[in-house]
């Protein structure tokens, strides 16, 4: 049986999302930032300074997931993060999905030094697509389809692959919802930008050192959120 913790306007689970996630019934948005589908191989004479790409293989946040988690019957309006190599797999299938589909992207001020035979990975995307009603809310300034935020890897938070808070802040800022569902909750930085605007959040996470990390922030922020 999955473990249930209820922080404030959060009710955060621990287990599988494709088990949980169907007795939770309709969500009102859904941010997801599940495993990429990439290659951690290589690397070069930075390989040794890079320990993520190690601990991202050993978790399997290299693997990919299965996009069906990602549905029009229990999401209006979904942001999806993804690999750069996954986006022409996933774009035909969200606009199959939904009503409109929009490619954002992150812009690092810090990228890795590294390019090897690719491209250097300083920028990442997420998909917002949404439902009829559910279409994009907020400023102008929110609307832009991009941002530029350092990468979260000095945040000092245990994780890999952890998504600073401006970038979240700037996915929620478009989200036409009063409440976020994260599937793929990782470290916690969906929630605690949630709870900063105000809204409600559901998080799953199926790593139960991830699931205790996002407790205490998640938590963090409602104690700052209930102080003023």
Known sequence: MSRVEVIGPATLYLGDSYEILPTLGDQDAGVFDPPYKFSTS?????????????????????????????????????????????????LPRMAARYHRVVVCSWHKTNPLPVANKHYRPDTEFWIHAWLEGAHPVGTLADKARWILSESGRFSGVAHPTVKPEPVMDKVLATMNAASICDPFMGSGSTGVAAIKRGLGFTGIEVDPAYFDIACGRIAEAVRQAEAG
């Open 42 to 90: 290589g690397g070069g004479r930075f390989r040794k300074a890079r320990p993520s790409m190690d601990q991202i293989a050993a978790k399997g946040l290299d693997q990919g997931f299965d996009d069906t988690i990602v549905s029009p019957a229990r999401f209006r309006s979904v942001a999806v993060f993804c690999h750069n190599d996954q986006l022409a797999e996933l």
